[in-house]
């Protein structure tokens, strides 16, 4: 009879498929969570198997079971803690002797393992032969292969799940012979049997190799159970010295070398290898992509392809999704209640600012998948390992660690990450150094939310060179990054400790359709609910920064009394007219909402046979004003039409004044203006100040932000054409200095709680802001000021500054802090 319940943990070390294995099992009943205490996230899913729940816990991808790094730990504390009745033991079966290092861990720590041979497409694609029987006898716990990408194994191993998780198959495992270290180790042994209770607890030879290691968890946790801990520790500290002087080696080192040939020793009876190898089709590839001057060109090209798919082409695509999001703020504006001639009520402008706020980044969703997608194809095949690699030899001049990547790459190196789990991720960073470092610099990469506002800027001040142009704000940050970086560690940040750097190259792998379809899905979802929770939030209270204190009484009653002549000029004009009758009173504002009406959904038709229609419905709802509308030959009504449209004019031109006069007077308005004397000289005036002030809670509401302040004259009109008629002393130098201090821009609030939660003080979270903020302002004060005075374009400027960040960056590369000296 079967338990009710089986918790299984998944164990494996990076880019073996455990990820894959872990969505096979469990499908889509799975969520993310965090474990207690850490930042790691972890991913819980189920299945049910013959009436029993199969709980599945995807541990962190780890190369051991050591405590120096959180991914290390939270793997091993959930193993030791949470007593799975199951580990599934991933491997990538191409590199089976490397992976089983992580595997007499797991032996060592006494729980029922399965070992699970994935991808075993790729190893006989090798010629490399496996014998699964005699693997099984060698290390005593059941093997099976699988290569889930292909869907195979899943039916065996849920089976070996449930004959191990039911104690149906006993376990032998082998155990690793530390030779002369035995000696030693049953000395340690015996101090935790007599002077401690773990051993009902914990695995105590399992205890005693970590105590020979120099585990400083397994040692803080003797400390917090152990009376006479310190006593116990300093009898466990003369044994490990004294087998470093006997046998003139660290036990670090001597443990691992044990190990591998307890490897070798398993996988001899058990591992054919091809007569005559076989190079593998990654390493070929990687003659290229990894080679020392081929590998950045080959980078580069990727990056570049990258942008021009996702920004050039995916911003062709907004000509098809701008009409329907026109077409949503239409149908928004038609359930409002109706405005008066200068009259607008609160409900509908209020309703109206957020569609515009929203439609503002919606969008941009095309750009967003495309580019999220290409990135998935790119993680997926295995190139991001590579542009680590790439990225080390650089990173390493500038006080930086290979495993600064990740974050950085999530952070943005290419356009379309987030700060947020950049920083996030730098927990896995082993030095503090590094890891501060990497966190400070996150901020200043490209995240997703300040891509609408690239792309608005580029669109109407650099359209004719656009790809140049993305290529410019998407590899710029990386100049500005890099010089940071070093500053910091030879300044506040030189006494902190620094690690080498590890890593593998994975296989090449074809990315699936279902993977990067499934993953682009996901991540534009995760936008579009942040634009629906903070970015509506905060549109909110911009709203009312915006609309309050309003309109003095006084400029009412002027703008009043400029209606009532606008009026009587026009009722002037078609007075003996046969139509005077049908534009008294309330007709008359009600013409104007037909006229609107009708002149929105215009624009948004598409062929003749479409305008037809159109025109047959609205000649049907009232042929009065329709003939006004549109009077053909019918003089009289064209007469009307002229007096019409010069009455509409004057009442935008109203409503124009109205709207600037309230902002202007706003709270928000206020503090916008006030400081212009500040940012006068980075060329920003109080519009875009409004604009970056309240991209200070979400990057994404800069865009959406202006995308209220102009507001539409006409249905359908683009945010790029009301800003650049909005703006009409604008510049490409203007925008260029403004792209750069989003570049540069402080972290918004959810990543400086980031920043807080991973450095652990508010003190370096303030730093964090307030070094960027200063940064932002000089260098976009350099390119607005000194480009004027130097009478340069926005397109040379952009050249000359690429150009000066270029050479600072190669001159900081090579100047070495004076402890690298020593």
């Excluded at 032996?107 to 006989?124: F, G, S």
């Excluded at 180790?185 to 205890?207: A, H, Q």
């Excluded at 960073?429 to 939310?449: G, H, K, Q, V």
Aim: overall charge positive.
């Amino acid at each position: 009879m079967g338990t009710d319940k089986l918790l299984v943990s998944l164990a494996g070390q990076p880019n073996c498929g455990k990820s894959t294995v872990f969505n096979a099992l469990t499908g889509a009943k799975q969520h993310v969570a965090n474990y207690p205490g850490v930042t790691v996230d972890k991913m819980v899913g189920w299945y049910h198997c013959n009436g029993t729940r199969v709980e599945v816990v995807d541990l962190p991808g780890t190369y051991s079971m050591t405590s120096y790094s959180p991914e290390e730990r939270v793997s091993r504390d959930f193993i030791l803690h949470e007593n799975p009745s199951v580990v599934i033991n991933t491997m990538d079966a191409s590199n089976l002797k490397r992976c089983l290092y992580l595997t007499f861990q797991l032996l060592e720590m006494e729980i029922p393992v399965i070992l699970n041979l994935n991808m075993m497409d790729v190893a006989k694609s090798r010629g490399m032969t496996i014998d699964r029987a005699a693997l099984s006898r060698q290390l005593g716990i059941p093997v099976v292969a699988t290569s889930m990408k292909q869907g195979r194994g899943k039916k065996e191993l849920i089976d070996a799940v449930q004959a191990v998780g039911n104690r149906k198959a006993p376990q032998t495992p082998v155990r690793v012979d530390y030779k002369e270290m035995e000696s030693y180790l049953r000395d340690i042994r015996d101090l935790l049997k007599s002077g401690t209770d773990f051993e009902d607890v914990y695995p105590i030879r399992w205890m005693a190799i970590k105590l020979m290691e120099g585990d400083e968890e397994v040692r803080r946790l003797i400390r917090e159970k152990v009376s006479r801990a310190e006593e116990l520790l300093a009898r466990v500290t003369l044994i490990r010295e004294k087998f470093e002087t006997d046998l003139e080696e660290t036990a670090e080192m001597y443990v691992a070398q044990c190990r591998y040939m307890a490897a070798e020793a398993v996988c001899k009876p058990c591992l054919t290898m091809p007569a005559t190898a076989k190079r593998p089709l990654s390493d070929k590839i990687d003659n290229v992509v990894c080679h020392k001057f081929l590998g950045p060109a080959v980078m580069v090209g990727v990056i570049w392809l990258l942008y021009y798919l996702s920004i050039v082409q995916g911003y062709n695509l907004t000509n098809y999704t701008w009409p329907w999001l026109a077409k949503i703020r239409n149908l928004a504006a038609a359930a409002m209640p109706d405005p008066g001639f200068i009259d607008i009520p609160l409900i509908r402008a209020f309703t109206l600012w957020l569609v515009d706020s929203v439609n503002a980044l919606l969008n941009y969703i095309p750009i967003f998948f495309i580019l999220f997608a290409l990135i998935a194809m790119l993680e997926d095949s295995g190139y991001m390992p590579r542009m680590a690699f790439i990225m080390d030899r650089l990173f390493n001049r500038f006080g930086l660690h290979g495993q600064s990547t990740l974050p950085m790459v999530l952070g943005g190196i290419y356009v379309g990450g987030c700060a947020v789990p950049g920083v996030m991720s730098c927990r896995g960073i082993p030095d503090e150094r590094s890891r501060l470092t990497t966190i400070f610099i996150i901020p200043m990469l490209n995240c997703l939310a300040k891509v609408p506002l690239y792309v608005l800027l580029i669109n109407i001040y650099f359209a004719e060179h656009k790809a140049m142009a993305m290529f410019f704000i998407s590899t710029i940050s990386l100049l500005m990054v890099l010089p940071v970086s070093k500053l910091l560690t030879m300044t506040i940040l030189r006494n902190k400790e620094t690690a080498p750097f590890v890593m593998e190259m994975p296989p090449y792998h074809m990315p699936t359709i279902r993977g990067v379809l499934g993953r682009a899905i996901e991540r534009v979802w995760m936008f579009i609910r942040k634009i629906t929770t903070i970015v509506v939030a905060l549109a909110v209270v911009i709203f009312i920064l915006l609309q309050f204190p309003g309109i003095s009484r006084e400029s009412i009653d002027n703008y009043n009394v400029g209606k009532d002549k606008a009026i009587a000029n026009f009722r002037e004009k078609i007075a003996d007219t046969s139509y005077e009758q049908a534009l008294e009173g309330k007709n008359l504002m009600a013409m104007i909402l037909f006229w609107e009406s009708y002149k929105n959904k215009k624009v948004l038709t598409r062929g003749p046979e479409a305008g037809k229609v159109l025109k047959e419905k609205f000649k049907a709802r009232n042929p009065v004003f329709f003939t006004i509308a549109q009077p053909g030959k019918d003089k009289v009504a064209k007469k009307v039409n002229r007096a019409f449209k010069k009455l509409v004019k004057a009442r935008k031109k109203i409503l124009r004044e109205m709207r600037k006069e309230r902002i202007d007077q706003s709270f928000l308005g206020r503090l916008g203006k006030a400081i212009v004397p500040a940012t006068q000289w980075a060329g920003f005036n109080w519009r875009v100040n409004v604009a970056l002030l309240s991209a200070f809670a979400a990057k994404e509401s800069s865009v959406a932000t202006l995308g209220a302040l102009y507001e539409q004259d006409d249905a359908g009109e683009s945010l790029e054409n009301r800003m650049a008629k909005g703006e009409e002393g604008f510049t490409p130098l203007h925008a260029l200095a403004l792209m750069m201090f989003m570049v540069l821009y402080p972290p918004c609030l959810a990543t400086s709680i980031a920043v807080k939660l991973l450095s652990g003080s508010v003190k370096w979270m303030m730093f964090s802001m307030t070094y960027q903020m200063l940064l932002g302002i000089i260098v976009s004060t350099l390119i607005f000021t000194g480009g004027s005075i130097l009478g340069l374009t926005g397109l040379q400027a952009m050249v000359a500054f690429y150009g000066l960040a270029l050479t600072i960056t190669i001159i900081m590369g090579f100047i070495k802090p004076k402890s690298e000296h020593a």
